[in-house]
């Protein structure tokens, strides 16, 4: 996958990821309660992620089929990786500082936290 996946376009794979393949009418109005966007709209998106390499379509008969070639968790790691470079310049322990000294962490994610460092020790 080329290049990064705008807000748009995370709403048009997050519907692939969910279930695919779709065809460009599906898409749409599984986008429409959320979005607005009219066909041509989504008909631009999907040119731009298959031109990157996120997505591709089949000929399904009267229309095409449109299925994700960027795994869900594969973008998840790039996005966070790129907000954790930008912003805290690569640095967890500055993230997790910054949440905890504003208080933006709840019992049960600090718990959640706990168990999944715990889970990552018993990997090392």
Known sequence: MRGNISDSEWKVMEVLWEKSPRTMTEITKALWDVTGWTK?????????LEERGALHYEDGGRAKLYYPDLKKEDAQLRESEEFLDKVFHGKMGLMLNAMVQQKALTKEDLDELYEILEEGRKHD
């Open 40 to 48: 041509h709209t989504v008909m631009s998106f999907l040119k731009r």
